[in-house]
């Protein structure tokens, strides 16, 4: 906590700063975002396969506008990735169990934060987050909402049955890594286990169409009502 208390010195409102907190024995970076208001709920913020990029910063910037305080922490430690192949690679290295930590980690800072109004916090996940989102807060009793978008990654397993957040899933119609069956049965998955799931599968676009660095695959009218539908649901759970 000590270490909280210093990093939020030199944290400036309204804009986004590099900031770092304990985590186990590690000290982790992240991107911390906050509102021109001063105060906010929380949102944890994970990060796609590339690593803590301007994009997932811009991303915390987005929710500090809209009256959040909002943190990415830097589950690779420093590295990113510019291709896919160097992405795969450090998605399958990662190490799941001290990412876990990570993510506990991140969720008592955030709590801890003068900042942060409530006793639980968001958190939003893109592709390999989504999934991690999701893992997070089925271990997680502190987490009240969770986000996942188009969420994946093979050496991630979630159990619903500690889940008590409810859960917004965003997906594509187009997705090749998790399509809209796979989709639909995490759907089923969790509401059997009795959690509050709301999915949209969004038609004729692709795996990481909200990514605005992706001209590839980004679709800025399916991107703008997730994003409508993510405010909404975290304001409607977080407040």
């Known amino acids: 906590m000590m270490a909280a208390r210093r990093t939020a010195a030199r944290e ?12 186990g024995g590690d000290e982790l970076r992240g991107w911390l975002a906050l509102p021109a208001s001063g105060r906010g709920p929380g949102v ?3 990060q796609e396969w590339w690593g803590l990029v301007d994009h997932i910063r811009d991303v915390c910037e987005r929710f500090a506008r809209e009256g959040f305080v909002a943190l990415a922490p830097d589950l ?12 795969g690679r450090l998605m399958m290295s990662l190490e799941i169990p001290r990412a876990a930590r990570d993510l506990d980690a991140a969720v008592d800072f955030l709590l801890g934060h003068q900042a942060v109004e409530g006793g639980k916090v968001g958190v939003i996940g893109f592709c390999m987050g989504g999934q991690l989102a999701l893992a997070a807060a089925c271990r997680n009793a502190r987490i009240g909402a969770v986000a996942d978008y188009y969420g994946i990654h093979p050496n991630v397993t979630i159990d619903p049955r500690g889940l008590r957040a409810p859960v917004l899933g965003i997906f ?4 090749g890594f998790v399509p809209p069956a796979a989709a639909r049965a995490l759907q089923k998955q969790l509401e059997a286990a ?9 038609n004729e ?3 990481a169409f909200a990514n ?9 009218r399916a991107a703008a009502e997730a994003w ?11 407040a």
């Open 44 to 46: 944890l913020v994970i």
């Open 194 to 202: 009795g959690v509050r799931a709301v999915f949209r599968i969004f």
């Open 12 to 23: 400036v409102q309204g804009v986004g700063s590099e900031i770092r907190f304990p985590s």
């Open 172 to 175: 594509a119609e187009r997705d």
């Open 205 to 207: 676009v692709d795996h």
């Open 76 to 87: 690779y430690r420093g590295e990113q990735a510019r291709d896919p192949d160097t992405a």
């Open 228 to 238: 409508t539908d993510t405010l909404n649901f975290f304001r409607a759970e977080l």
């Open 212 to 220: 605005d660095t992706r001209p590839d695959v980004f679709n800025a």
